[in-house]
């Protein structure tokens, strides 16, 4: 069983893992925070965690000492304590609140403890109600301080030095981690004046130019107070503003630096609550002084006082004045016209691409219609200039990096000429066309190739067909006709008495005139093609028949698929001429047969037991034999590959492979 965790940094310290195996608790504290009936906040002498109750505890205040029993819950941010029994031993002073720096409240060092910090008053707004929202400058950060009291009852906290005592909290993710820290304080006794704000009337006219220099104020900067006329008004609470005070003397420049353009008179102004603002207004205005970008610019921002003005005039600037920084802030109109080259939604309004010179420009329209431009006008560009960025030269000398500008309006943008017909994006849309038709153009004339090497192969084919029907009709016309002539004379010539030797060589001049018809059929059948051809297996099995009789013809036949007719002829003549050269050479007494396929192959085998030979001396034929020839040259007509497997007196095999897939 885990021992009983006694003290706040136990518990926060504890593993998210071992939080979740509910371990024993029992703590005694004093109340620093109460954030509701259910929720409380405590710390001991180590450090402070959080109280969770299942049924309301109303009777808890902050500064009670109590002892608690109950679970470890894992919290949002680190472990707390799911309370099951409480005990209030008394009531003393609330604790010991830590000095703390924001970085120690962004970290989460003081998390749920009570802490002092000190800065000065930026805002006060509602929060919700009876609740206040005091927004504190901690150097250069500013923290948001929530008090649960109305800001009607709130001291002069704006631009006033202040010390509060609060708990330290913050918004957490689902990850467990501190997003943003802020401040929880229970009422307006926590927040001490230690330097109270003086009124915003009774401050001096600053220039601008003077605005965070160094001297100037102390730090965090308070408010200053500047006067001119409004160049610009934005939805967002921005204004811009050109100073009327006189700038202070520009600094000594030294006799080898290159003289440095007059410092901007304009200002950006963040107003805390918009206030109804015409470009050419003469304002009062009072505000944080902040560093935004490349100038200063006043933050937290609010009107004294506006008197109706004539508009100001925009200040005619160049390319180069235009991005060296000197008229940041201001309202400036560009000498040099610009090419627009884009332009596009974000999520504030548009932005325009253009160029000017060869140098790109980027200005913001703030506006939720598109503008009514066409792409690669010429366009006479006036608005806000604003630095957007600043780099770090050598010398420690800030200089701009990037420039743009921010149009009030559509009527900010002046086409002087609208964009030629053949701008770049309809030049790439004719190119796009152009490549569109002349591929059409290819695939078509591809097309028409393929269709006419189909139609001269429909041609070959039916030549091819004209004249093996040519062949076929005069063998039919000739020899066939020839040899069924002799054939009859044979007939007629058995009929008259003959010697038994003349007899039997007429029946075997018969036999083989009968199997030289039948051979001349199957060659004009095959040269017709007439689709009834005799398969290979059945001719295989016709050659057998034919075989003399004291020859053993055995057969090993396996079904195939079909073939092409002039394959099977071709095969069918092979194995004839085999059986033809075995019985005139090998006088062999047992001829076998063998077809058979796998998925890619078919094998024909014709095997005797005759005398047998030496293939490397005899294969490529002796003068006056042209088997081995004719066999040769058949297979390689048809893509199938021939080999003789012999050795004097132990037969041949005549091997035949044909790939299925050719």
């Not at 470890?72 to 209030?88: K, M, R, S």
């Not at 021939?642 to 790939?659: A, L, R, Y």
Request: net charge negative; charged share 20%.
């Amino acid at each position: 069983m885990s021992a009983q965790l006694t003290t706040a940094l136990d518990i926060r310290t504890l593993p998210y893992e071992r939080s979740l195996e509910k371990l024993p608790v029992e703590l005694t504290a004093t109340v620093g925070f109460v954030e509701s009936s259910t929720t409380v906040f405590v710390q001991d002498d180590t450090a402070g965690t959080h109280l969770h109750f299942k049924s309301g505890r109303n009777d808890l205040r902050v500064g009670d000492h109590i002892r608690v029993k109950g679970t470890t819950t894992a919290g949002l941010y680190f472990p707390g304590v799911d309370v099951a029994e409480l005990q209030i031993l008394g009531h003393e002073s609330p604790p010991t609140a830590a000095p703390a720096a924001y970085d120690d409240l962004a970290t989460g060092r003081f998390h749920y403890q009570r802490v002092v910090v000190e800065g000065l008053g930026r805002t006060l707004t509602p929060l919700d109600e009876n609740r206040s929202l005091l927004r504190l400058a901690m150097g250069s950060r500013v923290i948001e301080v929530r008090v649960d009291s109305p800001p009607e009852s709130a001291p002069d906290v704006v631009d006033a030095r202040l010390r509060i005592t609060a708990l330290a909290a913050g918004g957490i993710n689902d990850r467990r981690q501190l997003v943003f820290p802020y401040l929880r304080v229970t009422d307006w006794g926590d927040v001490t004046i230690t330097k109270a704000s003086a009124s915003p009337e009774s401050l001096p006219i600053t220039s601008v130019a003077t605005l965070l220099r160094f001297g100037a104020a102390d730090e965090p900067h308070h408010r200053a107070r500047i006067r001119g006329s409004v160049l610009a008004v934005f939805a967002d609470g921005r204004v811009f503003l050109r100073d009327s005070t006189p700038p202070p003397p520009p600094r000594e420049i030294p006799k080898d630096e290159p003289p440095r353009p007059p410092l901007s008179p304009s200002i950006a102004i963040h107003l805390t609550t918009p206030v109804s603002l015409t470009p050419g207004d003469f304002a009062e205005i009072t505000g944080f002084p902040v560093m935004a970008g490349f100038s200063a610019s006043l933050a937290d921002a609010r009107v004294l006082l506006t008197e109706p003005a004539e508009s100001p005039a925009a200040s005619i600037v160049s390319l180069r004045q235009f991005q060296d920084g000197s008229h940041d802030a201001d309202l400036v109109q560009l000498t040099a016209p610009a090419v627009l080259n884009d332009f596009f939604r974000t999520r504030d309004g548009y932005e325009l691409r253009l160029t000017s010179g060869g140098t790109s420009i980027r200005a913001f329209l703030l506006q939720n219609t598109a503008p009514s431009l066409q792409l690669g006008s010429l366009c006479q560009l006036t608005g806000i200039c604003l630095v957007e960025s600043a780099t770090t030269d050598k010398g420690f000398r800030s200089e701009p990096d990037r420039a743009s500008l921010l149009l009030r309006s559509a009527a900010d943008i002046q086409v002087l000429s609208t964009a030629p017909f053949w701008n770049a994006r309809r030049l790439v849309f004719a190119i796009a066309l152009l490549g569109g038709l002349v591929l059409l153009t290819l695939f078509w004339i591809t097309l028409q190739r393929r269709q006419i090497t189909r139609l001269e192969s429909k041609i070959a084919h039916q030549a091819t067909l004209d004249e093996r029907q040519r062949i076929a009709r005069e063998f039919h016309d000739t020899l066939e006709q020839e040899l069924t002539g002799l054939s009859l004379r044979l007939d007629a010539a058995t009929t008259r008495p003959l010697e038994e030797k003349a007899r039997t060589l007429l029946e075997t001049s018969r036999s083989l005139v009968s199997r030289i018809q039948s051979e001349a059929r199957n060659l004009v059948s095959d040269l017709r093609e007439t689709g009834h051809a005799t398969t290979l297996t059945e001719a295989l099995q016709l050659l057998a028949n034919r075989a003399p009789e004291d020859i053993a013809i055995t057969l090993d036949l396996h079904p195939i698929g079909p073939i092409p007719p002039h394959v099977t002829h071709h095969l069918r003549m092979i194995a004839q001429e085999a059986i033809t050269n075995a019985l005139k050479h090998a006088h062999p007494t047992q001829i076998q047969l063998h077809l058979s396929t796998t998925p890619s192959l078919l094998t024909l085998r014709v095997t005797d037991n005759g005398h047998g030979f030496d293939p490397t001396a005899q294969t490529h034929g002796q003068p006056g034999h042209f088997g081995c020839i004719g066999i040769r040259e058949r297979a390689r007509k048809v893509g199938a590959e021939v080999k003789w497997e012999s050795e004097p007196g132990k037969g041949t095999t005549v091997c035949v492979e044909f790939p299925i897939g050719k």
